[in-house]
């Protein structure tokens, strides 16, 4: 079983910048891809940012030029700077690693973007 601890969500304001970040219990060499998703209350679940085993990156095109994802393979963790954060970025950040016969998630970390 893998798993995966997410930390850095929590309250800022708009404009503010958060990292997350996603620890996994193993080398993230063997996921063909890693992410993060989101889900606000009432919405469904969306993917926010990808990046695969070979560095291919995708974005939401809500987020794009302003969060980045990216990757540490030597400490197995998985980012995801978001900056200039908005209230519509409110929402239940997951971690999500795409091996070939499973997919794994972690338990999810909270942001919310309020005045």
């Known amino acids: 079983q893998v798993q995966l601890v997410e930390s850095g969500g929590g309250l800022v304001q708009p404009g503010g910048s958060l990292r997350l970040s996603c620890a996994a219990s193993?080398?993230?060499?063997?996921?063909?891809?890693m992410g993060w998703t989101r889900q606000a209350p009432g919405q469904t679940r969306e993917l926010v940012a990808g990046i695969t085993s070979d560095n291919t990156i995708t974005y939401d095109d809500g987020v794009k030029g302003r969060f980045t994802i990216s990757r540490d393979n030597a400490k197995n963790t998985v980012y995801l700077q978001m900056n200039n954060l908005k209230p519509d970025d409110t929402a239940l950040y997951h971690c999500v690693a795409r091996a070939t016969l499973k997919t794994f998630w972690g338990q999810g970390t909270q942001v919310t973007v309020s005045s």
């Open positions: 193993r080398s993230i060499f063997s996921f063909d891809l």
